[in-house]
């Protein structure tokens, strides 16, 4: 049985050529040694391409050691792009576009206009831009975003052709074309994935997030929802859809006199419809339902989420949201009753919102038109332990949501839920499904040493509103509902990445005012921006087509909705409402903070606007995992002389953490906390802060290590007093975790082993 | 003291309170095998080279088995003998997250394998692949030593159980599990079979804190009894050892072959031998290789996840969270 241990010979040339191309990769970076790196490739590799594929992975799990390997991996990788774009004929970009348009790939007009211009737009790729990629953010373009051929699977455009090829699906003149893709190619904006994906292609579906009201409380309703869904879902967006019009367990069926078996069964098939629709390939499909909490099957939808329990009643795909009107939330505060109604019995409650849903719900219990009762508390209780078990049941603020919208100035104009990462807040209705086409800035490429470049800053947003205002018209709509919202309100989402990166780059705790003040800052321009962008468009395309029933169109811009406000740019903001007045908006909605999770990678920076999770910690992608190390920090280190293997591992046996780093100064110590290690109560103020410049909502991650019920009911409570609109999902950590198998084993401290909760008097260290 | 022969039912006061919170955190990590989503690994199955379905058969073969030959041990021995209620408690909850990987791994099996006859000749692995019978050999051979052992009486009766409870968590849990682990995750870094990948990162989630467990154990024992740690013992544990790296090995050739890409039975060797000191050090015992852990990609699974939900299923949640509602919590 036992075979010799010989590895194969190595095919003659291949390791000189190997190691020509690491040295190449290496080259410029002080950190990296091309020795090291050749030391690691073990064999098994018969040709180049193995090998280098081999040398990419050491490289990449290299980066813990010292980040400049992951740019040895992303140009090692680039050098593998560009074989396989060439062995598919694709040496520039217009050959590239005739490539993929051969393929079918491609719209006609994209293709028509990159062949009109061909010689400028070539001349317009920056070969040296791929150099800003990280091995993360390559991989996740190689991987995913590059056009591929149909049948060899081979990549039919590199880095740079990808990007200007999004740009060019967005324009009609190489200056266009140039301008968004001058901000592509650095990195300094990128429009969210459907937009990336499918800019210029066959069927250029450009929107993230679809929002669909709850199906009527009726069999055909249901099964339509399903197969909006499920179109919607083909083409790379996200589903939101409210399901608080369905009548619940134990209602009526007149039909057949029988009696309902309440929303689940029906969430049970979304589920696996949603799970059968894979994004075009490209990523799983994902949904999220909402639920207002008066729903009397609210508590079976709080277990949906559940492993244990009968696997008939659980729903393993779909994310699952709160819609709490302010009643419910003022009802936990008192220690009150809560009414559980049938929305069959009580159609007009998921309708209405603010003092007409409080008038109508107290009517509708004092006739005692309710199912049941139970203490607001136990229930609130619940939604907290559904939170802390599952990370899901996101709390989202029905009224607060609604209170402040653009699109709800009219009554029966009702924003009815939120989307799949609860940013967007849009109105919905039977025969209108919201859109949101969605970008994000990459605030990191926006700064300084001496701070944000303000004028750049604006200059980025300006474009990014004039692009994606564009993607409304371009787009493709799965669904006739979707189309008709889309261009009837003509909402956008831009957003923000890099906030962390900021704060590192100007050494400011993400819970000292100075952050906070900067956080609000950065809102109140984009958000300034954003609106002078809208107002141009307005005068140069015309108003959006509902502009009459905006609150704008009655002299309310969104900052006017939180009198505690006090913005710093109020002359600009007043020479704003004097030409919006004027003018109009050429959008209902601007501003939505989405998680930006996969752009964030592409883009090298911290997600969204959140605190990093950890100084070291890996990525679990559909391609792989990724070691992530703090860039920042290592610097830092290294400026210490503290960047040593005993360090190195003193950060992986604490999960992330410097704080038991005492060598480091405290002020390091403080900056380079994670996410775990920061009070909460920050992040939500600094949201609250944000949230007068943000007209629509923000995906806001709440983290606790260990959490509990009351910790938990304490946070959500603070948030809703707040006013924050939504709220996303609570981060908790394992129980237990892997034994690390990389850092050495010692036999344990008897002191540690004496520490648990059972005897917490033998215990100091956790005090 | 806790090998004294017995039926101890006392928990108040509780001895081992280390033992209670262990089966109280398990229970906080509980999954189910519904959870982990297969379905990207069929397509990924028709993508691989002969020799990496090789590969994958045989890893099935032997999961198929693994946590059962574990589950017996567990009842048959370690419950009898381990004398505090508080840590029969954990091995009750061990027992049922066995159950649960032996499920897991069924499942698998029948994914992987749509063909009955297959599927039967996995289980059989046992008796007629040479590779995978070994394996089972040096199991029967330490663990099996003391199944007719009805009470630890003597000295050398708690040795002979120590042996088999350091066979059991260091040598079958915490060497022959991690060097499957690493194909899969080798597997897993060329971007092969994530649902496997998945499955399996909880499974060792688990294994490790089986792991944890059974060396507390051992620990607690040295502290009672420390003359049971003689120069003998440890010859008897450093044999073990090097058999069970032998037998590791053995199948290590078996899988890779003359070698794969980035995985050949010499980065193996290398492998098994560092995690074989990191078993003896842990245990307090002298490590007997030396020798450094070549895979660089078994170094991710040492830091914290972070997953893009869209993406893969988030595995770091908790459940039985205790408390009531407050509004003045500092959080």
Not at chain 1, 161 to 189: I, K, M, N, Q
Not at chain 1, 387 to 402: C, H, P, R, Y
Not at chain 1, 470 to 479: L, S
Not at chain 1, 622 to 630: A, K, Y
Request: proline share 5%; glycine share 6%; charged share 20%.
């Amino acid at each position: 049985m036992t075979q010799e241990l010989i590895a194969p010979a190595p095919v003659a040339g291949l390791a000189e050529g190997l190691a020509a191309e690491v040295e190449r990769a290496c080259a410029g970076l002080p950190g990296a040694d091309p020795a090291r790196l050749l030391a690691a490739v073990r064999g098994g590799a018969s040709d180049a391409g193995t090998l280098r594929e081999l040398a990419v992975g050491e490289a990449a799990a290299l980066v813990a050691v010292e980040p400049a390997y992951s740019k040895v991996a992303a140009r090692l990788l680039n050098a593998h792009i560009a074989d396989e774009a060439a062995a598919e004929g694709v040496t520039s970009f217009s050959a590239s576009v005739a490539a993929s348009a051969a393929q079918g790939l491609l719209n006609g007009a994209t293709v028509a206009f990159v062949a009109a211009h061909a010689d400028e737009l070539d001349a317009l790729v920056d070969p040296s831009a791929d150099d800003r990629f990280g091995y993360f953010g390559l991989r996740t373009v190689y991987d995913r975003y590059l056009l591929r051929h149909p049948v060899t699977r081979r990549v039919l455009e590199r880095p740079q052709h990808f990007l200007l090829r999004v740009a060019c699906g967005l324009s009609d003149t190489v200056a266009d074309a140039a301008e968004l893709y001058a901000l592509l190619s650095t990195l300094s904006y990128l429009p969210s994935s459907p937009t990336l994906f499918n800019s210029g292609a066959h069927r250029p579906q450009l929107s993230s997030c679809f929002l669909l009201d709850s199906p009527r409380d009726e069999l055909e309703s249901i099964y339509e929802r399903y197969a909006q869904v499920a179109r919607l879902s083909k083409y790379a967006g996200g589903i939101g859809v409210s399901w608080t019009k369905v009548r619940s367990r134990g209602s009526l069926i007149r039909g057949t006199n029988g009696h309902s078996n309440g929303i689940v069964p029906w969430l049970r098939t979304l589920d696996s419809s949603v799970a059968a629709v894979n994004q075009g390939g490209r990523r799983k499909g994902a949904a999220c339902v909402y639920l207002e909490p008066w729903h009397a099957d609210v508590e079976e939808f709080l277990e949906l989420r559940d492993n244990t329990g009968e696997d008939a009643r659980r729903t393993h795909n779909l994310n699952l949201a709160n819609w709490i009107p302010d009643e419910f939330m003022r009802r936990v505060e008192a220690d009150a009753t809560w009414s559980l109604f049938d929305p069959k019995e009580v159609p007009e409650l998921a309708d209405l919102w603010g003092d007409d849903f409080d008038a109508a719900y107290r009517a509708a219990e004092a006739a005692g038109r309710f199912v049941r009762q139970v203490p607001a508390r136990r229930l609130y209780g619940r939604m907290m332990r559904t939170l802390a078990e599952t990370g899901n049941g996101w709390m989202t603020f029905k009224d607060a949501a609604n209170r402040a919208c653009n699109q709800t100035a009219e009554p029966g104009n009702v924003v009815h839920l939120s989307n799949l990462c609860t940013e967007i807040l849009e109105v919905t209705s039977d025969g209108e499904t919201a859109v949101c086409n969605l970008g994000s800035v990459n605030l990191a490429a926006h700064v300084g040493p001496d701070g944000v470049d303000w004028a750049r800053l604006r200059t980025t947003v300006r474009t990014a509103i004039r692009f994606l205002d564009r993607t409304i018209d371009r787009g493709f709509y799965p669904t006739e509902e979707a189309r008709k919202a889309n261009t009837a309100w003509r909402p956008v989402g831009l957003g923000t990445m890099g906030l962390a990166d900021v704060f590192f780059a100007l050494r400011l705790p993400f819970d000292s005012p100075e952050a906070q003040a900067l956080s609000t800052r950065i809102a109140e321009e984009i958000a300034l921006a954003a609106y002078q962008a809208s107002a141009d468009l307005a005068e140069e395309l015309g108003t959006l087509p509902n502009y009459a029933q905006t609150r704008t169109a009655r002299g309310q811009l969104h900052p006017d909705h939180f009198p505690d406000a006090s913005p710093v740019l109020t002359d600009e903001w007043a020479a704003l409402r004097e030409r919006v007045a004027r003018v109009g908006l050429r959008n209902s909605l601007l501003v939505a903070l989405a998680p930006t999770a996969t752009i964030a990678s592409i883009a090298g920076c911290y997600e969204c606007i959140e605190p990093q999770v950890s100084n070291l910690f890996k990525r679990e992608t559909l391609s792989g995992e990724f070691l992530q190390i703090n860039g920042y920090l290592v610097a830092d280190l290294k400026r210490l002389g503290l960047w040593t293997p005993a360090v190195r591992e003193a950060i992986k046996r604490a999960n992330g953490s410097v704080q038991g780093l005492t060598d480091l100064p405290a002020e390091l110590r403080e900056l380079y906390r994670t996410a775990w290690e920061l009070p909460q109560k920050a992040l939500i103020d600094m949201s609250a802060g944000r949230t007068p410049y943000i007209d629509q909502g923000h995906s806001l991650n709440l983290f606790m290590e260990t959490p509990t019920i009351g910790k938990l009911s304490s946070m959500y409570a603070y948030a809703w007093r707040k006013g924050l609109k939504t709220t996303y999902y609570l981060r908790s950590r394992p129980a237990t975790r892997i034994a690390q198998t990389t850092i050495s084993s010692t036999v344990p401290d008897p002191e540690a082993v004496a520490c648990s909760l059972e005897n917490p008097e033998a215990c100091d260290a956790c005090q | 003291m806790l090998l004294d022969p017995g039926m101890d039912l006392t928990l108040r006061p509780m001895r081992y309170p280390d033992f209670y919170e262990r089966y109280r955190a398990a229970i906080r990590n509980t999954w189910t095998v519904e959870e982990v989503d297969l379905a990207s690994d069929l397509s990924d199955l028709a993508k691989l080279t002969p020799a990496e379905v090789h590969l994958v058969n045989r890893l099935v073969a032997f999961f198929a088995t693994g946590d059962s030959i574990v589950a017996n041990n567990l009842v048959l021995n370690l419950y009898k003998h381990v004398n505090a209620p508080e840590a029969r408690l954990y091995l009750s909850r061990q027992l049922f997250e066995e159950a649960v990987h032996v499920q897991f791994y069924l499942t698998l099996l029948d994914t992987y394998l749509p063909d009955a006859g297959e599927r039967a000749k996995a289980f059989a692995a046992i008796e007629h692949i040479p590779s995978i019978k070994q394996k089972a050999e040096f199991c029967f051979r330490w663990i099996g030593s003391i199944d007719d052992l009805n009470e630890l009486t003597t000295a050398a009766d708690r040795r002979a159980f120590l042996l088999n409870l350091i066979c059991f968590a260091a040598c079958i849990e915490g060497l022959f599990f991690y060097g499957a682990f690493a194909y899969v995750y080798w597997l897993r870094s060329r971007g092969l079979l994530n649902g496997l990948a998945s499955g399996t990162n909880w499974v060792f989630r688990d294994e490790s804190m089986h792991m944890e467990f059974a060396f507390s154990v051992v620990d607690t024992v040295r502290a009672e009894e420390p003359e049971l740690f003689d120069g003998n013992l440890t010859t008897q544990v450093v044999q073990m050892m090097e058999e069970a790296v032998e037998a590791e090995l053995e199948f290590a050739h078996d899988l890779c072959g003359p070698g794969l890409p980035g995985l050949s039975a010499e980065d193996m060797r290398q492998y098994l031998e560092y995690v074989a000191d990191q078993r003896l050090v842990r245990l307090g015992f002298p490590a007997r290789y030396g020798t450094a852990n070549p895979f660089a990609f078994m170094e991710l699974q040492d830091v914290q996840e972070l997953s893009n939900f869209f993406e893969r299923r988030v595995s770091a949640y908790q459940i039985g969270v205790e408390g009531n509602v407050a509004f003045d919590e500092a959080f």
